[in-house]
Protein backbone atom coordinates (compact mmCIF):
# COMPACT_ATOMS: atom_id res chain seq x y z
CA UNK A 1 0.00 0.00 0.00
CA UNK A 2 2.81 2.11 0.70
CA UNK A 3 4.77 4.49 -2.13
CA UNK A 4 8.34 4.37 -2.52
CA UNK A 5 8.73 7.59 -1.03
CA UNK A 6 6.64 6.84 2.05
CA UNK A 7 6.95 5.27 5.52
CA UNK A 8 4.78 4.44 8.17
CA UNK A 9 5.48 4.56 12.10
CA UNK A 10 3.39 3.00 14.64
CA UNK A 11 4.00 3.32 18.32
CA UNK A 12 3.23 0.88 21.31
CA UNK A 13 3.98 1.51 24.72
CA UNK A 14 6.16 -1.83 25.68
CA UNK A 15 5.05 -3.75 29.22
CA UNK A 16 3.81 -2.12 32.24
CA UNK A 17 4.87 1.18 30.33
CA UNK A 18 8.24 1.55 30.97
CA UNK A 19 9.53 1.13 27.26
CA UNK A 20 8.59 2.36 24.30
CA UNK A 21 8.09 -0.09 20.40
CA UNK A 22 8.92 1.84 16.96
CA UNK A 23 7.80 -0.23 13.62
CA UNK A 24 8.52 1.04 11.10
CA UNK A 25 7.43 -0.03 7.47
CA UNK A 26 8.32 0.95 4.23
CA UNK A 27 7.49 -0.20 0.30
CA UNK A 28 9.90 -2.94 0.49
CA UNK A 29 11.36 -3.63 4.19
CA UNK A 30 10.15 -3.17 7.82
CA UNK A 31 11.83 -2.89 11.34
CA UNK A 32 10.99 -2.74 14.80
CA UNK A 33 13.42 -1.14 17.47
CA UNK A 34 12.53 -0.51 21.13
CA UNK A 35 13.50 2.94 22.96
CA UNK A 36 14.04 3.09 26.99
CA UNK A 37 11.33 5.59 27.36
CA UNK A 38 8.33 4.88 29.22
CA UNK A 39 4.69 6.13 29.53
CA UNK A 40 5.36 8.92 32.30
CA UNK A 41 8.14 10.02 30.74
CA UNK A 42 6.70 11.12 27.14
CA UNK A 43 3.50 12.24 29.19
CA UNK A 44 5.74 14.52 30.70
CA UNK A 45 7.57 15.64 28.13
CA UNK A 46 4.62 15.81 25.82
CA UNK A 47 2.49 18.25 28.80
CA UNK A 48 5.82 20.30 28.42
CA UNK A 49 5.35 20.94 25.49
CA UNK A 50 1.83 21.76 25.11
CA UNK A 51 2.24 24.37 27.83
CA UNK A 52 3.90 26.54 25.57
CA UNK A 53 1.06 26.40 22.86
CA UNK A 54 -2.14 26.74 25.11
CA UNK A 55 -2.14 30.35 25.70
CA UNK A 56 -5.70 29.63 27.17
CA UNK A 57 -4.06 28.30 30.31
CA UNK A 58 -3.47 31.83 31.34
CA UNK A 59 0.58 31.35 31.47
CA UNK A 60 3.38 32.60 29.24
CA UNK A 61 5.20 29.65 28.74
CA UNK A 62 7.80 29.73 26.00
CA UNK A 63 7.54 26.58 23.75
CA UNK A 64 10.57 24.50 24.68
CA UNK A 65 12.67 23.84 21.12
CA UNK A 66 15.12 21.76 23.51
CA UNK A 67 12.78 19.43 24.53
CA UNK A 68 10.92 18.92 21.30
CA UNK A 69 15.00 17.93 19.85
CA UNK A 70 15.56 15.56 22.66
CA UNK A 71 12.20 13.57 22.37
CA UNK A 72 12.61 13.50 18.01
CA UNK A 73 16.00 12.14 19.05
CA UNK A 74 14.92 9.31 21.69
CA UNK A 75 12.22 8.57 20.00
CA UNK A 76 13.59 8.40 16.37
CA UNK A 77 17.12 8.91 15.75
CA UNK A 78 17.38 4.66 15.19
CA UNK A 79 14.99 5.33 12.37
CA UNK A 80 16.89 7.95 10.65
CA UNK A 81 18.37 5.88 7.96
CA UNK A 82 15.28 4.99 6.78
CA UNK A 83 14.06 8.16 6.64
CA UNK A 84 16.74 9.48 4.44
CA UNK A 85 14.48 7.60 2.02
CA UNK A 86 10.89 9.14 2.34
CA UNK A 87 8.86 12.53 1.99
CA UNK A 88 5.53 11.36 3.34
CA UNK A 89 5.34 9.90 6.73
CA UNK A 90 2.52 8.26 8.20
CA UNK A 91 2.21 7.87 11.78
CA UNK A 92 -0.12 5.95 14.17
CA UNK A 93 0.47 7.65 17.48
CA UNK A 94 -0.33 5.57 21.24
CA UNK A 95 -1.48 7.27 24.94
CA UNK A 96 0.38 10.91 25.42
CA UNK A 97 2.20 11.25 21.47
CA UNK A 98 -1.66 11.49 20.36
CA UNK A 99 -2.03 14.70 21.51
CA UNK A 100 0.86 16.12 20.19
CA UNK A 101 1.45 16.82 16.44
CA UNK A 102 4.55 15.20 14.91
CA UNK A 103 5.52 17.77 13.07
CA UNK A 104 6.82 19.79 15.97
CA UNK A 105 9.22 17.56 16.62
CA UNK A 106 13.31 19.37 15.92
CA UNK A 107 15.62 16.63 13.77
CA UNK A 108 18.32 18.98 14.72
CA UNK A 109 20.14 20.68 18.04
CA UNK A 110 18.75 24.09 18.49
CA UNK A 111 21.59 25.49 20.21
CA UNK A 112 19.83 28.14 22.56
CA UNK A 113 17.07 28.75 20.28
CA UNK A 114 13.97 29.73 22.12
CA UNK A 115 10.56 30.91 21.62
CA UNK A 116 8.71 33.73 23.16
CA UNK A 117 5.42 32.41 25.34
CA UNK A 118 1.84 33.54 24.46
CA UNK A 119 -0.79 35.67 26.45
CA UNK A 120 -4.64 35.93 25.73
CA UNK A 121 -5.86 39.07 24.04
CA UNK A 122 -9.25 38.54 23.97
CA UNK A 123 -11.90 35.87 22.63
CA UNK A 124 -9.50 33.74 20.03
CA UNK A 125 -6.68 36.47 19.85
CA UNK A 126 -3.47 35.37 21.30
CA UNK A 127 -0.33 37.17 20.51
CA UNK A 128 3.72 35.84 21.14
CA UNK A 129 4.87 37.82 24.03
CA UNK A 130 7.91 39.17 22.81
CA UNK A 131 11.50 38.29 24.33
CA UNK A 132 13.05 41.93 23.04
CA UNK A 133 11.91 45.09 23.88
CA UNK A 134 9.36 46.94 21.61
CA UNK A 135 12.06 49.61 20.38
CA UNK A 136 13.78 46.74 18.76
CA UNK A 137 14.10 45.86 15.14
CA UNK A 138 11.24 43.00 14.45
CA UNK A 139 14.00 39.63 14.38
CA UNK A 140 13.92 36.76 11.62
CA UNK A 141 11.68 33.60 11.81
CA UNK A 142 14.38 31.41 13.80
CA UNK A 143 15.96 29.12 11.60
CA UNK A 144 14.22 25.60 13.28
CA UNK A 145 14.69 21.99 11.86
CA UNK A 146 11.03 21.13 12.15
CA UNK A 147 10.41 17.92 11.24
CA UNK A 148 8.09 19.29 8.67
CA UNK A 149 10.27 21.01 7.17
CA UNK A 150 11.27 17.41 5.80
CA UNK A 151 8.24 15.37 5.40
CA UNK A 152 4.80 15.52 4.79
CA UNK A 153 3.10 13.90 7.86
CA UNK A 154 -0.42 12.18 8.16
CA UNK A 155 -2.10 10.81 11.15
CA UNK A 156 -3.74 7.40 10.95
CA UNK A 157 -6.00 6.13 13.73
CA UNK A 158 -4.97 2.90 13.26
CA UNK A 159 -2.95 0.62 10.88
CA UNK A 160 -5.44 -1.36 9.20
CA UNK A 161 -7.23 2.53 8.09
CA UNK A 162 -4.98 2.86 5.49
CA UNK A 163 -6.00 -0.34 3.81
CA UNK A 164 -9.40 1.35 4.15
CA UNK A 165 -8.78 4.60 2.45
CA UNK A 166 -6.61 3.14 -0.39
CA UNK A 167 -8.12 -0.30 -0.95
CA UNK A 168 -12.00 0.39 -0.16
CA UNK A 169 -12.54 3.90 -0.80
CA UNK A 170 -14.60 4.69 -3.87
CA UNK A 171 -13.66 8.10 -6.40
CA UNK A 172 -15.70 11.51 -4.86
CA UNK A 173 -18.96 12.72 -6.82
CA UNK A 174 -19.83 14.99 -4.43
CA UNK A 175 -20.23 18.69 -6.28
CA UNK A 176 -20.95 21.18 -4.10
CA UNK A 177 -17.85 22.72 -2.87
CA UNK A 178 -18.50 23.16 0.68
CA UNK A 179 -20.70 22.75 3.70
CA UNK A 180 -19.93 24.68 7.25
CA UNK A 181 -21.44 24.72 10.80
CA UNK A 182 -20.29 26.74 13.96
CA UNK A 183 -20.45 29.29 16.60
CA UNK A 184 -23.49 27.60 18.34
CA UNK A 185 -25.31 29.23 20.87
CA UNK A 186 -23.43 28.95 23.92
CA UNK A 187 -23.47 30.94 27.42
CA UNK A 188 -20.11 30.65 28.06
CA UNK A 189 -17.58 33.92 28.33
CA UNK A 190 -14.38 32.24 27.58
CA UNK A 191 -13.26 29.75 24.62
CA UNK A 192 -10.79 27.73 26.95
CA UNK A 193 -12.58 24.65 26.40
CA UNK A 194 -10.07 22.94 27.29
CA UNK A 195 -9.71 18.89 29.42
CA UNK A 196 -13.64 18.65 28.50
CA UNK A 197 -15.02 15.13 29.06
CA UNK A 198 -18.18 14.23 27.68
CA UNK A 199 -19.36 11.63 30.12
CA UNK A 200 -19.44 14.77 33.03
CA UNK A 201 -22.54 15.76 30.29
CA UNK A 202 -24.55 13.02 30.35
CA UNK A 203 -27.57 11.77 33.20
CA UNK A 204 -28.20 8.74 31.24
CA UNK A 205 -28.69 8.34 27.58
CA UNK A 206 -29.09 11.87 26.70
CA UNK A 207 -26.88 14.97 27.40
CA UNK A 208 -27.79 17.44 29.64
CA UNK A 209 -28.55 20.52 27.39
CA UNK A 210 -28.14 23.30 30.20
CA UNK A 211 -25.01 21.58 30.72
CA UNK A 212 -24.15 21.81 27.18
CA UNK A 213 -25.53 25.69 26.81
CA UNK A 214 -23.08 26.85 29.55
CA UNK A 215 -19.57 26.00 27.40
CA UNK A 216 -17.92 28.55 26.34
CA UNK A 217 -18.99 30.67 23.33
CA UNK A 218 -16.91 30.82 19.70
CA UNK A 219 -17.74 33.50 17.76
CA UNK A 220 -14.51 33.83 15.98
CA UNK A 221 -15.52 30.50 14.41
CA UNK A 222 -17.94 32.29 11.89
CA UNK A 223 -15.28 34.40 10.30
CA UNK A 224 -13.32 30.83 9.76
CA UNK A 225 -16.42 29.35 8.12
CA UNK A 226 -16.91 32.51 6.01
CA UNK A 227 -13.40 32.57 4.99
CA UNK A 228 -13.29 28.89 3.87
CA UNK A 229 -16.62 29.26 1.98
CA UNK A 230 -15.85 32.47 0.22
CA UNK A 231 -12.74 30.81 -1.01
CA UNK A 232 -13.86 27.85 -2.41
CA UNK A 233 -16.74 29.66 -4.02
CA UNK A 234 -19.61 28.62 -1.78
CA UNK A 235 -22.99 30.48 -1.50
CA UNK A 236 -23.97 32.28 1.59
CA UNK A 237 -26.63 29.58 2.69
CA UNK A 238 -23.73 26.40 2.83
CA UNK A 239 -22.86 28.35 5.72
CA UNK A 240 -24.93 27.20 9.59
CA UNK A 241 -24.18 29.08 12.14
CA UNK A 242 -25.74 29.88 15.81
CA UNK A 243 -29.37 28.76 15.32
CA UNK A 244 -28.98 26.98 12.31
CA UNK A 245 -25.65 25.18 13.41
CA UNK A 246 -27.83 22.30 15.21
CA UNK A 247 -27.59 18.14 15.83
CA UNK A 248 -31.12 18.23 13.84
CA UNK A 249 -30.20 20.11 11.05
CA UNK A 250 -26.29 18.00 10.26
CA UNK A 251 -28.36 15.13 10.04
CA UNK A 252 -31.40 16.53 8.04
CA UNK A 253 -29.25 17.74 5.12
CA UNK A 254 -27.67 16.34 2.13
CA UNK A 255 -24.06 16.31 3.24
CA UNK A 256 -23.10 13.84 0.91
CA UNK A 257 -23.04 16.54 -1.71
CA UNK A 258 -20.37 18.66 -0.80
CA UNK A 259 -16.75 17.91 -1.17
CA UNK A 260 -15.42 19.99 2.25
CA UNK A 261 -17.90 19.56 5.61
CA UNK A 262 -16.66 21.81 8.18
CA UNK A 263 -17.45 21.94 12.07
CA UNK A 264 -16.17 24.74 13.85
CA UNK A 265 -16.73 23.94 17.24
CA UNK A 266 -15.89 22.98 20.71
CA UNK A 267 -14.30 19.02 20.62
CA UNK A 268 -15.25 16.62 23.54
CA UNK A 269 -13.20 13.71 24.35
CA UNK A 270 -14.15 10.71 26.08
CA UNK A 271 -13.02 9.62 29.10
CA UNK A 272 -10.65 6.96 30.34
CA UNK A 273 -12.29 6.61 33.99
CA UNK A 274 -15.59 8.29 33.41
CA UNK A 275 -17.55 5.68 31.39
CA UNK A 276 -18.19 4.56 28.09
CA UNK A 277 -19.39 8.24 26.69
CA UNK A 278 -17.89 9.02 23.08
CA UNK A 279 -16.03 11.56 21.82
CA UNK A 280 -18.43 14.40 20.48
CA UNK A 281 -18.86 17.65 18.84
CA UNK A 282 -20.83 20.52 20.07
CA UNK A 283 -23.70 22.52 18.79
CA UNK A 284 -26.14 24.75 19.49
CA UNK A 285 -28.12 22.43 22.14
CA UNK A 286 -32.53 22.37 22.09
CA UNK A 287 -34.86 23.35 24.60
CA UNK A 288 -35.31 19.97 25.45
CA UNK A 289 -32.67 17.30 24.50
CA UNK A 290 -34.00 13.73 23.21
CA UNK A 291 -31.61 11.02 21.85
CA UNK A 292 -32.24 12.41 18.31
CA UNK A 293 -31.10 16.12 19.57
CA UNK A 294 -28.90 16.67 22.92
CA UNK A 295 -26.57 18.99 21.26
CA UNK A 296 -23.94 16.58 21.42
CA UNK A 297 -22.85 14.96 17.97
CA UNK A 298 -21.29 11.92 18.99
CA UNK A 299 -18.90 9.55 16.76
CA UNK A 300 -21.63 6.70 16.61
CA UNK A 301 -24.22 9.42 15.22
CA UNK A 302 -21.31 10.63 12.80
CA UNK A 303 -20.77 7.09 11.64
CA UNK A 304 -24.47 7.39 10.85
CA UNK A 305 -23.51 10.41 8.59
CA UNK A 306 -23.88 9.75 4.82
CA UNK A 307 -20.26 11.65 3.35
CA UNK A 308 -18.42 12.06 -0.15
CA UNK A 309 -16.02 14.46 1.27
CA UNK A 310 -12.23 15.07 0.10
CA UNK A 311 -12.42 16.68 3.49
CA UNK A 312 -13.98 17.15 6.92
CA UNK A 313 -12.16 19.95 8.55
CA UNK A 314 -12.56 20.35 12.63
CA UNK A 315 -11.11 23.45 13.92
CA UNK A 316 -12.54 23.03 17.25
CA UNK A 317 -11.18 22.88 20.56
CA UNK A 318 -9.79 19.56 22.04
CA UNK A 319 -10.63 17.00 18.93
CA UNK A 320 -6.56 15.70 18.30
CA UNK A 321 -6.92 15.84 22.51
CA UNK A 322 -5.44 12.21 23.71
CA UNK A 323 -3.65 13.72 26.30
CA UNK A 324 -4.20 10.53 28.89
CA UNK A 325 -3.42 7.27 28.16
CA UNK A 326 -6.14 5.23 26.60
CA UNK A 327 -8.16 8.72 25.77
CA UNK A 328 -9.82 8.20 22.61
CA UNK A 329 -10.50 11.92 21.22
CA UNK A 330 -9.07 12.30 17.59
CA UNK A 331 -8.80 8.64 17.00
CA UNK A 332 -12.70 7.55 17.83
CA UNK A 333 -13.96 10.88 15.69
CA UNK A 334 -11.42 10.38 12.54
CA UNK A 335 -12.37 6.76 12.24
CA UNK A 336 -16.41 7.99 12.52
CA UNK A 337 -15.74 9.87 10.00
CA UNK A 338 -14.01 7.59 7.59
CA UNK A 339 -16.72 5.22 8.27
CA UNK A 340 -19.16 8.16 6.94
CA UNK A 341 -16.93 8.72 3.73
CA UNK A 342 -14.77 11.13 4.44
CA UNK A 343 -11.27 10.63 3.59
CA UNK A 344 -9.29 12.91 4.92
CA UNK A 345 -9.72 15.31 7.99
CA UNK A 346 -8.00 18.63 9.09
CA UNK A 347 -8.47 18.25 13.21
CA UNK A 348 -6.93 21.20 15.36
CA UNK A 349 -4.77 19.92 18.40
CA UNK A 350 -5.42 23.64 20.09
CA UNK A 351 -7.86 26.48 19.72
CA UNK A 352 -6.80 27.81 16.53
CA UNK A 353 -6.37 31.89 16.39
CA UNK A 354 -9.03 32.40 13.49
CA UNK A 355 -6.56 34.70 11.01
CA UNK A 356 -4.15 31.84 11.23
CA UNK A 357 -6.78 29.06 10.62
CA UNK A 358 -7.86 30.89 7.88
CA UNK A 359 -4.29 31.33 6.41
CA UNK A 360 -3.63 27.83 6.97
CA UNK A 361 -6.70 25.82 5.07
CA UNK A 362 -6.77 28.49 2.05
CA UNK A 363 -3.04 28.39 1.37
CA UNK A 364 -3.54 24.52 1.48
CA UNK A 365 -6.40 24.59 -0.74
CA UNK A 366 -4.51 26.96 -3.20
CA UNK A 367 -1.24 24.58 -3.23
CA UNK A 368 -3.58 21.44 -4.17
CA UNK A 369 -5.25 23.64 -6.97
CA UNK A 370 -1.90 24.43 -8.26
CA UNK A 371 -0.59 21.04 -8.19
CA UNK A 372 -3.03 18.40 -7.85
CA UNK A 373 -0.88 15.67 -7.31
CA UNK A 374 1.06 17.02 -4.40
CA UNK A 375 -1.12 15.31 -2.02
CA UNK A 376 -3.15 16.19 1.43
CA UNK A 377 -0.49 15.92 4.17
CA UNK A 378 2.57 18.09 1.58
CA UNK A 379 -0.14 21.04 1.10
CA UNK A 380 -0.50 21.72 4.16
CA UNK A 381 3.27 21.10 4.96
CA UNK A 382 3.75 24.13 2.53
CA UNK A 383 1.17 26.14 4.05
CA UNK A 384 2.76 25.61 7.61
CA UNK A 385 6.50 26.03 6.52
CA UNK A 386 5.36 29.53 4.56
CA UNK A 387 3.37 30.57 8.06
CA UNK A 388 6.62 29.49 10.12
CA UNK A 389 8.98 31.86 7.47
CA UNK A 390 7.02 34.63 8.79
CA UNK A 391 8.29 36.50 12.06
CA UNK A 392 4.82 37.21 12.69
CA UNK A 393 3.71 33.75 12.64
CA UNK A 394 6.92 31.50 13.73
CA UNK A 395 5.91 30.36 17.03
CA UNK A 396 4.24 26.78 16.18
CA UNK A 397 1.07 28.30 17.87
CA UNK A 398 0.03 30.27 14.73
CA UNK A 399 1.13 27.41 12.15
CA UNK A 400 1.00 24.11 13.86
CA UNK A 401 -1.93 23.79 15.69
CA UNK A 402 -3.50 21.02 12.47
CA UNK A 403 -2.52 17.58 10.82
CA UNK A 404 -3.62 15.50 8.55
CA UNK A 405 -5.54 12.47 9.45
CA UNK A 406 -6.26 9.91 7.03
CA UNK A 407 -5.58 10.08 3.35
CA UNK A 408 -3.00 12.31 2.92
CA UNK A 409 -1.12 11.43 -0.23
Known sequence: LLNRDELLLTVE????GRRTHLFIVLDDQSVAYTVEL???EIEEMVAKLRAGLDPATGHSQAFDVGLAHVLYKRLLSPAEPMLAKIKHLFVVPDGPLESLPFHLLVTEDPAGVSLPGLKSTGQRGFKVVPDQEPSDPTPDAPDIAWLAKKYAITTLPSVASLRALRVFAKKAQATEPFIGFGDPVLKGESDSGRGLQVASFYRGAVADVEEVRQLPSLPG???ELRAMAKYLGAAETSIYLRDRATESKVK????????????STHGLVSGELKGLAEPALVLTPPDKGTKHDDGLLTASEVAQLKLDADWVILSACNTAAGDKPGATGLSGLAKAFFYAGARALLVSHWPVQSAAATALTTNMFQAIKDNPLIGRAEALRQSMMEMAANPKTAHPFFWAPFVVVGEGG
Open 252 to 263: SLNLKDSQVVAF
Open 13 to 16: QGYA
Open 221 to 223: TET
Open 38 to 40: GVS
